[in-house]
């Protein structure tokens, strides 16, 4: 994202700085097309003061609600960076896109980011004849460490018994915090998200190794994928993170969940929100707009 040769290593800065970084790359990306509403308000969480929470409405009675939670390693990332995209899935789909500010490491560590992630679903669960028409399907979306946050939410929903999301849209998600896998070691998937900058983010997110195998930060690991809602998984090719999202993926359908997965061909990390700089992000963004629609069985008018 930058050509600048003396630009310093997102590793070697404070997660201030590279906030600040990363935010100064997303002004890049073209702005998303305007809508009949678009409103932000505070979700309370319990220990803070709430985190910030942004409705994309595209029409009047939509067909599904989509809960997306953004990437950035855990540390990085915001609303404001994924607006576009959001904006963009919002009126492709026809579907109510709803974004979670949740609380960044590491500041607000493992599981801080968990919690705030299950109060923003059970916060849409409850409004969701607000955000949509009634009997509206409800999914859950994210990419990298927001795939990551949107798989363990569909999970624990699974497993609070509870209502489980009609879908789960999975984009290049962390699964695993093996840092091994083939995908890792490849030269050129050495772009935007190279080894070192999965080492920083899980150093800071969950800075326990021990932690870091428990199925809330690595879902790949909890044992049991029965039950669990559908998946388009999506993966890039140039990606450090492309062989664990296979993986995941893998388990989801063997353990019989319905399952679509496509690597996005000639991509890095981090494509999808990238409107304006690179085509593919609003082809992928159409793709799981179709995904919405073929799921989604109400009909939009």
Excluded at 173 to 198: C, F, I, K, W
Excluded at 248 to 254: F, K, N, W
Excluded at 256 to 280: E, N, S
Aim: charged content about 20%; proline content about 8%; some cysteine.
């Amino acid at each position: 994202m930058s050509s600048d040769p003396n630009a310093v290593p997102l590793t070697e800065l404070e997660p201030q700085q590279a906030r600040a970084v990363s935010a100064t790359r997303a002004q890049l990306f073209a702005p998303g097309p305007e809508l009949p509403e678009s409103r932000d308000f505070r979700l309370p969480v319990a220990g803070g003061d709430g985190i910030q929470m942004r409705i994309h409405v595209p029409k009047a009675r939509a067909h599904s609600v989509v809960l997306y939670l953004h990437g950035g390693g855990w540390v990085l990332g915001s609303i404001d960076a994924y607006d576009a995209m959001a904006r963009h899935l919002a009126v492709d789909s026809g579907a109510t896109v709803v974004l979670a500010e949740y609380r960044k490491a590491p500041e607000h560590p493992f599981p801080i980011p968990v919690d705030d992630c299950w109060e923003a679903w059970q916060w849409v669960l409850e409004n969701a004849q607000q955000l949509a028409a009634p009997d509206a399907k409800l999914y859950l979306a994210g990419d990298s460490a927001g795939g990551n946050l949107a798989a363990v939410t569909a999970r624990k929903a699974r497993d609070s018994g509870g209502a489980k999301p009609d879908g789960q849209i999975l984009i290049y998600p962390v699964t695993d915090h093996d840092l091994g896998r083939g995908s890792y070691l490849e030269p050129e998937n050495q772009t935007l998200l190279p080894v070192e900058a999965m080492e920083y983010f899980w150093g800071y997110y969950v800075p326990d190794p021990g932690e870091r195998s428990h199925p809330d930060a690595s879902p790949i690991r909890c044992g049991d994928f029965s039950g669990l809602a559908p998946a388009l998984v999506i993966t890039a090719e140039h990606d450090v993170l492309r062989d664990e999202g296979e993986h995941y993926a893998s388990e989801l359908s063997r353990a019989g969940v319905p399952v679509q997965q496509v690597c996005w061909p000639g991509q890095m990390h981090g494509f999808i929100q990238m409107t304006g700089v690179l085509p593919a992000s609003l082809e992928a963004t159409g793709y799981i707009a179709n995904y919405i629609s073929n799921l989604s069985t109400i009909e939009s008018e």
